[in-house]
């Protein structure tokens, strides 16, 4: 039984020596199906976090550095320090690297949406050429500083949005240019790095409405020439959701576009519901994530050759995302824990014999009634 989440602690960052010499190498053990990438902050090119990183991932993503907020804190103004640091360590490391992300509605700077007197760009052709030049601005600098580094790039990030009647988010971005700045980026990005693989990349892929408006985005772009390699499935998931079915469904269907398909932000969730909260997460819930990650990866390796890669969104538990705000609750989503040692979910992948035993349906119901919260 696990009593409610009451406090804000996050795990500390983990200290301990991950040495793991009896352990397999995750992307050695992956090599003849896709590499394995994972997103890291500058704190992991050093110390346990490094040895972790360097023996289990051979791609990297980073968690924030080269949004454009970071990137370009003001206009014309770029500090590329932490971005450098981290594509140098892939380089030393002979490490693939993604690019994550050139276009978003979120962590942009303050400038990108407003005029020279700091108010806000209001619609119309004046403002959409302005925010337009900005864009390829950013895209330009950004892609030809790293064009011998980043591999494949998410050139345009979560731009659907299934509860409109188009299917497209209503951002600063498509209020000022309508969808016009989706194909901008894609081809300013392939004007200066013509070989990198350019890709869409959103959450919930496999939602069959959301999936509908992306498959039409998709042969509409393609449709008139935009240079669009593949999809990127966020891949932010649950110990329930999405099915397995549905993703073979959903990667089969962009593979008959003709594009490909990358797994870009893999994290399993310990709770199925956002008002679950819980402050420790109990064996059976560990072991039932580690079949789970099992057949995930059954899944992934199944489509060989219609997924070119895939990446966690972290490396282990002392670092996700999914213990921040909004939600503020302790998750353990990853396949190492706060000691950077292998969890259930990694042995699901790895070699399930050494998975624990499969908890029964009512043993877990036990975790369900704990963490329900009003
Ligand atoms: C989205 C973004 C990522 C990251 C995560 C969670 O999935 O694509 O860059 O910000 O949210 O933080």
């Not at 509409?220 to 999405?242: E, F, T």
């Amino acid at each position: 039984m696990c009593a409610a989440w009451t406090g804000a602690r996050t795990p500390q960052r983990a200290s301990t020596s991950s040495a793991q010499a009896d352990v397999p190498s995750l992307y050695k053990s992956l090599q003849e199906y896709f590499p394995i990438g994972a997103a890291i902050v500058q704190e992991d090119i050093t110390g346990p976090h490094s040895e972790l990183l360097l023996k289990h991932f051979n791609s990297i993503v980073m968690e924030n550095a080269m949004k454009m907020g970071p990137l370009q804190p003001k206009e014309g103004q770029f500090d590329f320090a932490t971005a450098d640091a981290l594509v140098g360590f892939a380089r030393v490391h002979h490490m693939l690297v993604r690019g994550h992300t050139l276009v978003w509605y979120k962590q942009n700077p303050d400038w990108l949406f407003k005029d020279a007197s700091g108010k806000d760009l209001q619609p119309g052709p004046e403002s959409k050429a302005i925010v337009l030049g900005r864009l390829q601005a950013h895209i330009r600098a950004v892609v030809s500083r790293y064009k011998d580094d980043v591999y494949a790039w998410d050139v345009v990030n979560e731009v659907i949005d299934p509860t409109q009647a188009d299917g497209f988010r209503r951002t600063k971005w498509y209020e000022l240019t309508g969808t016009d700045y989706i194909d901008t980026a894609f081809r300013t990005a392939h004007a200066i790095a013509p070989h990198a693989k350019l890709n869409i990349n959103d959450y919930n892929t496999t939602d069959p409405v959301k999936r509908r408006f992306l498959l039409n985005l998709v042969s509409a772009l393609k449709a008139r020439g935009v240079p669009i390699d593949g999809v990127g499935h966020q891949m932010h998931s649950n110990i329930d959701a999405p099915s397995l079915a549905s993703i073979v469904e959903t990667i089969n269907m962009f593979a008959s576009l003709g594009v490909d398909n990358q797994i870009t932000e893999l994290d399993v969730s310990v709770y199925d519901s956002p008002r679950e909260s819980c402050s420790s997460i109990p064996e059976d819930v560990l072991a039932e994530q580690g079949y789970r990650y099992r057949d995930l990866f059954d899944t992934f390796r199944s489509l060989q050759g219609r997924i070119s890669a895939v990446t966690f969104w972290g490396m282990a538990d002392d670092h996700t995302w999914l213990t921040k705000l909004p939600r503020k609750r302790l998750d353990l989503p990853l396949l190492f824990d706060t000691n950077l040692q292998p969890k259930p979910a990694f042995w699901g992948i790895i070699d399930p014999r050494r998975l624990p035993r499969r908890p029964a349906a009512e043993e877990l119901r036990d975790f369900q009634g704990c963490s329900a919260s009003q």
